[in-house]
């Protein structure tokens, strides 16, 4: 669908959080135009099976969850453009928004542009999503119950994750490039005192064993002497930290020191009339359901916005 040269609302992003706010938007007639970004659905359109979404007691398609969202935004008089923001203006109002040829102004702006989780940049990583690697243990965990998986990174997002697989692997081994951890001491310490995790220090992954099931094993070189070696394992998280899509808002909006949009707990941003939801203000919990509710917030925030305009 084309763009209109002006909106009362534009939502940046087709992820749980932008979509919630495109069907709230809608659904208070501020006909939102949803720009669907450089991955329409999100992070979750890399899920193969989603369990913890209420309302689908046997799981959901990560896809089919994030087409039935924007269906529903649609039924209510969302409209789509698929494509990407290139730049914007929030240094006056209307906000403006540029595209590759066009762009569109509004008066107020919902950015629920996400995160990306950083990888560890091995061939075939991406594809392996789902099939035996995954960079989120809450979500995937599940499906681990009495195996063996690998963890790799340092920080206190990694000590949670290893310690969260531990309710239901066998075993958890933490990989770490380093011979010390960069978590908190706290958190260092419920890891290292847990009998079901083991470290390898000084370790780093250079390639990842599959056959055509998924993953069967990682192979491990030592960052001090570049010995090679192999460790067995049924699945591999990734928690070397997420960098939040916020390159457009350097520089006009308020970020914190790792980039994540500030907002209020109604999800204002430093300008008035801009909100932000989602991953993208949201380094903790990073969860399909939480962005959803800062979306359902940053709408309901938009609409009183405008009325008082």
């Known amino acids: ?85 290139e730049r914007v203006d929030l240094g006056s109002r209307p906000f403006r928004i540029f595209f590759a040829d066009r762009s569109a102004t509004c008066d107020s702006l919902i950015i629920a542009t996400g995160a990306t989780p950083r990888q560890l940049g091995l061939p075939g990583e991406l594809d392996l999503y789902g099939r035996g690697v995954s960079v989120c243990a809450t979500c995937d965990g599940f499906f681990y119950r009495d195996k063996e998986v690998a963890i790799v990174g340092g920080g206190d997002t990694a000590m949670e994750e290893a310690i969260f697989l531990t309710r239901f692997a066998r075993k958890v081994t933490v990989i770490h490039r380093r011979d010390s951890l960069r978590a908190s001491p706290p958190m260092q310490q419920r890891a290292l005192e847990n009998d079901k995790i083991e470290f390898l220090w000084n370790a780093a992954v250079s390639e990842i064993l599959t056959d055509p ?97």
């Open 1 to 85: 669908m084309g763009i209109s040269e002006h909106c009362r609302t534009i939502i940046l992003g087709t992820g749980p959080a932008g979509l919630t706010a495109a069907i709230y938007a809608a659904r208070a007639q501020l006909a939102p135009l949803v720009i669907t970004g450089t991955q329409p659905g999100g992070q979750l359109t890399g899920t193969t099976e989603i369990e913890n979404f209420p309302g689908f007691p046997d799981g959901i398609d990560g896809n089919e969850l994030m087409d039935r969202m924007r269906r529903q935004a649609e039924r209510f008089g969302a409209c789509f453009f698929d494509g990407d923001a």
């Open 213 to 309: 099931a998924g993953v069967t094993g990682i192979r491990l070189r030592d960052t001090t002497n570049g010995e090679e070696s192999q460790l067995d394992c049924d699945g591999l998280f990734v928690a070397i930290g997420h960098d939040p899509n916020t390159g457009l808002f350097k520089g006009q909006l308020d970020l914190n020191e790792e980039g994540f949009i500030i907002t209020s707990k109604e999800c204002q941003t430093s300008i008035p009339g801009v909100f932000a939801a989602g991953d993208v203000q949201d380094a903790h919990f990073r969860q399909a359901i939480t962005a959803a509710g800062t979306g359902c917030k940053a709408a309901m925030q938009a609409e009183r916005y405008l009325e008082e305009q």
